[in-house]
Nanobody, 114 residues
Framework: QVQLVESGGGLVQPGGSLRLSCAAS????????MGWYRQAPGNQRELVAF???????NYSDAVKGRFTISRDNAKNTVYLQMNSLKPEDTAVYRC????????WGEGTQVTVSS
């Protein structure tokens, strides 16, 4: 069984930065990708970014150029560096891992407000 633990959320002013981390533990094998979704109240869940084991990345148009996803394969950890944050980035950010099955983290709140 795989567990994901997220950290790094919080309150930040517009224009600020945050770095989210997601560490995977447990029976990890054949990871193909890790990434982040987010969901704001009243909105649908939105894919933010993902990264494959080979290092290929993909970003939503809403965050392209501001967010950077990276991965430490040795630590089974994925990071999301979020710069130039906007109020519309406010959401619960959930990490996910694709291996033999799909695993979700519990989520971390990101609030962008002055």
């Amino acid at each position: 069984q795989v567990q994901l633990v997220e950290s790094g959320g919080g309150l930040v002013q517009p224009g600020g930065s945050l770095r989210l981390s997601c560490a995977a533990s447990g029976s990890i094998a054949s990871i193909s990708a890790m990434g982040w979704y987010r969901q704001a109240p009243g909105n649908q869940r939105e894919l933010v970014a993902f990264i494959t084991t080979g290092g290929s990345t993909n970003y939503s148009d809403a965050v392209k150029g501001r967010f950077t996803i990276s991965r430490d394969n040795a630590k089974n950890t994925v990071y999301l560096q979020m710069n130039s944050l906007k109020p519309e980035d406010t959401a619960v950010y959930r990490c996910y891992l694709v291996a033999r099955s799909l695993t979700w983290g519990e989520g971390t709140q990101v609030t962008v407000s002055s």
